[in-house]
């Protein structure tokens, strides 16, 4: 299981951040996690195969996670795909895209495959294959969003990898029994912590209470996302997380992380 970041910004892009989305490869599926603007461009920086992924798990509708969806579809079509596509997400966005392709002459030659996802509680089972299981469960935020927990199906007599993502939320504990014990958890980190008044209204987390988080979920190691434009370094998230839950990163665009070999070191 490898996840590979193509943009670990908030709200907008900068010029050393695209906004959220992800590519997780698991024993050589792939999936692309949030598809914000630029998205598709950060699949061929990363020489990732467009055609190669085929389930698409999206969070929820703001445009700093959905934007790029219209447009990687699309070009998915132009480049002669014939293989369906799975899109996971909230409620609205199937007929976001279909509103969209049908105003724009868009008809694509593939079909699609929509799972929407409407529930205020509980884990669900989103999508499973041979390779991996998907389930999805509610987050705390300004419109319907979703964290994902991804397992893969492991062969032999190693355990089972499970990375848990969850982006956009509010400090809320709820999420513990869906996260408890994940190889990875990924948390936004939109804010340090001398924005904890602002991170509350606006829904999101800071550094130190992601960290805390994690801490209490018992994760293997934390992943910092959606990073502020206001930071052009993480030091600081860096430190403030690193205070309540030492084994974090700070996401960066092109960052790859191996959970096998964070299991292994365990």
């Given amino acids: ?27 050589g599926f792939k999936m692309l996690i949030d598809c914000a603007e630029g998205t598709q461009n950060g699949i061929r920086r990363m020489r990732f195969r467009l055609q190669s992924i085929s389930t698409i798990l999206i969070s929820h509708l703001h445009g700093d996670h959905f934007f790029g969806l219209p447009g990687l579809l699309s070009t998915m079509h132009l480049c002669g ?22 105003l724009t002459g868009n008809n694509i030659s ?35 969003t979703y964290g ?37 958890l990924c948390l936004e980190s939109t804010f340090t912590d001398e924005y904890a008044p602002l991170a509350e209204k606006r829904l999101h987390l800071t550094a130190g209470q992601a960290a805390r988080l994690a801490a209490q979920a018992g994760a293997r190691q934390l992943l910092l996302t959606h990073i502020s434009a206001r930071y052009k ?26 959970l096998r070999a964070s299991a292994r070191h365990e």
């Fill in 1 to 27: 299981m490898i996840l590979t970041v193509l943009g670990s910004g908030a709200a907008l892009p900068t010029g050393h951040r695209c906004c959220s989305a992800q590519v997780l490869n698991v024993n």
């Fill in 81 to 102: 795909r014939t293989e369906p596509a799975t899109v996971v997400a909230p409620v609205g966005a199937r007929e976001v895209i279909e509103t969209t392709f049908r």
């Fill in 110 to 144: 593939y079909p699609i495959e929509w799972h929407e996802m409407d529930f205020t509680e509980g884990l669900h089972r989103v999508f499973e294959n041979a390779k991996c299981t998907v389930d999805a469960f509610p987050l705390t935020h300004s419109v319907p």
């Fill in 148 to 184: 994902f927990l991804v397992g893969d199906r492991p062969e032999g007599s190693r355990g089972r990898l499970r990375y848990a993502y969850c982006c956009d939320t509010v400090y809320t504990e709820a999420i513990l029994p869906y996260v408890e014990g994940v190889d990875l």
């Fill in 233 to 258: 370094e993480p030091d600081l998230l860096l430190s403030q997380a690193q205070a309540h839950f030492p084994n974090t990163t700070v996401a960066a665009d092109g960052l790859r992380l191996d």
